[in-house]
Every structure is written in C-alpha cells, then in structure tokens.
C-alpha cells in the first residue's frame, strides 16, 4: 500500500501500537499515528474518530486500532460512516476479514494479544486483497445498513 496506514489506539492498546508502529517503521510502510502518544488514559471513542475519518477521506488506506480488549475502538470505528472495522485476535479472522469483508479497520486488544502476533495480523490485514465478485453484493448491502 503506498497511502498511509492509520494507526491510532487508548492507553490500554498504546504499547501494542507502538510495536506494530516500529514494524511497519522498520519495513518502510508508511503511516499516520493519531495518537495516543502517551500510556495516559484516555478515551477509546476520542481516539479511533480521527484515524477513521483519514480512512474515508482516503488521505490513508486503512486503520489498525487499539484498545484494551479491540472491541471499544471497534465499536467505535464501525460507528462512522464508510468503515468497516474488525476485532479480530486470529489470523483466519483478520485475512477473511479483508477477503470477504473488505474491512478498512483491524482493531486488536493489547491485552489479549502480544507483540508478536500483533504484528502477524497486522501484516496479514494489510497485505491481503478483497475478493470482490459476489462479497461485493454483500458489502454494498453491509453499507446500505448504514442509511437505515
Ligand atoms: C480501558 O480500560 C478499556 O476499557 C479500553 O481500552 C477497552 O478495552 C474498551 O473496550
């Protein structure tokens, strides 16, 4: 991917971001960190709005985001218009997310998942396309949910 990822996470994500943000340093991707900067607490709705809102104004391709568990942020995320966000601690999940679902959002709990296996998932979300064809009848429909 050539547009930044957007990251951004709650305290209780914040040193998960920050391995998956030193990753993607050292593999030369590029991304935009919408903070939190600190391990201070803070609010995970406060947090994911930004980084989202890059994502559907296309300025960045997709969002991974944290939390504490991954489901506040990804409450969060799937509340603004345009993104389809995933919480995901598997890696069948996280790759059938962007198959299927064309998920623009990965959100993953840095209590529930460590550097290590962050970073696999995240790699897997970024580098895995959407299938299309008939997961693309399904997303339009998914979307469509959003008006009602
Ligand atoms: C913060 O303590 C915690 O509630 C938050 O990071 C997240 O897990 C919420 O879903």
Do not use: W
Not at 52 to 72: D, I, N, S
């Amino acid at each position: 991917m050539t547009t930044p990822v957007a990251l951004a996470a709650d305290h209780g994500g914040f040193e998960l971001k920050e391995a998956v943000r030193l990753h993607l340093e050292e593999t030369g991707v590029p991304y935009r960190d919408f903070g939190s900067y600190t391990s201070e607490p803070c609010d995970y709705p406060d947090m994911a709005q930004a980084a989202c809102r890059a994502v559907v104004a296309g300025e960045c391709g997709r969002a991974l985001l944290f939390c504490g568990t991954g489901v506040g942020i990804s409450m969060s995320a799937n509340k603004i218009r345009g993104i389809r966000a995933c919480c995901c601690s598997d890696a069948f999940s996280a790759e059938y997310t962007r198959r299927h679902n064309d998920a623009n959002a990965l959100c993953m709990g840095g209590r529930v998942v460590g550097p290590g296996l962050g970073i696999y998932l995240a790699d897997l979300f970024l580098n895995t396309p959407f299938e299309g064809g008939r997961h693309q009848r399904r997303v339009d429909k998914l979307m469509a949910l959003e008006g009602t």
